[in-house]
C-alpha cells in the first residue's frame, strides 16, 4: 500500500518564476493538504482540496493555488517566486469519511529552493 | 502569532532515561492533540494523540499527557532509545476536519 507520495524531491528555482508541485494520497484517502515548513519552523497549513474544491485555506497570498485531480491527486502552484519561498512542501492526505481525529499521513516533501 | 509552542530547540537524552517534551498552547477552542515524529529527509509521521476530553494516553513506550487548565502537554518516552531521535512536533486542531497548527519542534537527541 503506497503513501503518500510527492515530486520532485527537491527543485531550485529563481525569484519571478512558477513551479508546480505533485501528490498523491495514500490509497483511500480523498482529501488533500499542503503545508510549508520554512527551515526551523513548523510545518504550516496553506490549504485543503475535497472533491476537487479547495475547501480551506491558510494565511498564504494568492501567488499560491492547486488543484485537486477526480483521481484525488493534487497539484500546489507557486507564482512569482520570492526568496522567502524557500521552503520544505509538505503534502498530506486524509479521508473526510473517517471520524475526526483521523491522522494526517505526510508525504515526504518537496525541497523547494528560491535563488 | 504562535498558537502552539515548544520552547525547547533541543533536547539530549541518555539512552534507557525518559525523555520529557512540552508543549503549550494558547487557543482554549483547540480539542484535539497530536505529536508527530519527523527524521531528516522524512515526513512527519504520526506517533500518538489526545482528545481533550482525557488527560492521558498511551501508547507502548510513548505517553501523552494533557493539562487543560494550564495549557500545556507533555510526551513522555520511557526507556528512550537511539532510534528516538528526531524532531518532534506537537499539532493541535479544532473539532472536525480542520487544519493542524503546528509547534516549531523539538529535536531530541538519544545518546547510545
Known amino acids: 500500500d503506497a503513501g503518500v507520495t510527492q515530486s520532485p524531491t527537491h527543485l531550485i528555482k529563481t525569484r519571478g518564476q512558477q513551479v508546480t508541485l505533485r501528490c498523491s494520497p495514500k490509497s483511500g484517502h480523498d482529501t488533500v493538504s499542503w503545508y510549508q515548513q520554512a527551515l526551523g519552523q513548523g510545518p504550516q497549513f496553506i490549504f485543503q482540496y475535497y472533491e476537487e474544491e479547495e475547501r480551506q485555506r491558510g494565511n498564504f497570498p494568492d501567488r499560491f493555488s492547486g488543484h485537486q485531480f477526480p483521481n484525488y491527486s493534487s497539484e500546489l502552484n507557486v507564482n512569482a517566486l520570492l526568496l522567502g519561498d524557500s521552503a520544505l512542501y509538505l503534502c498530506a492526505s486524509s479521508s473526510v469519511k473517517a471520524a475526526y481525529n483521523e491522522k494526517l499521513f505526510f508525504g515526504s516533501g518537496t525541497q523547494l529552493s528560491v535563488l | 502569532d504562535q498558537q502552539v509552542k515548544q520552547n525547547s530547540p533541543s533536547l539530549s537524552v541518555q539512552e534507557g532515561r525518559i525523555s520529557i517534551l512540552n508543549c503549550d498552547y494558547t487557543n482554549s477552542m483547540f480539542d484535539y492533540f497530536l505529536w508527530y515524529k519527523k527524521y531528516p529527509a522524512e515526513g512527519p509521521t504520526f506517533l500518538i494523540s489526545i482528545s481533550s476530553i482525557k488527560d492521558k494516553n498511551e501508547d507502548g513506550r510513548f505517553t501523552v499527557f494533557l493539562n487543560k487548565s494550564a495549557k500545556h502537554l507533555s510526551l513522555h518516552i520511557v526507556p528512550s532509545q537511539p532510534g528516538d531521535s528526531a524532531v518532534y512536533f506537537c499539532?493541535?486542531?479544532?473539532?472536525?476536519?480542520?487544519?493542524?497548527?503546528f509547534g516549531k519542534g523539538t529535536r531530541l537527541s538519544v545518546i547510545a
Open positions: 499539532a493541535a486542531r479544532y473539532s472536525g476536519n480542520t487544519p493542524l497548527v
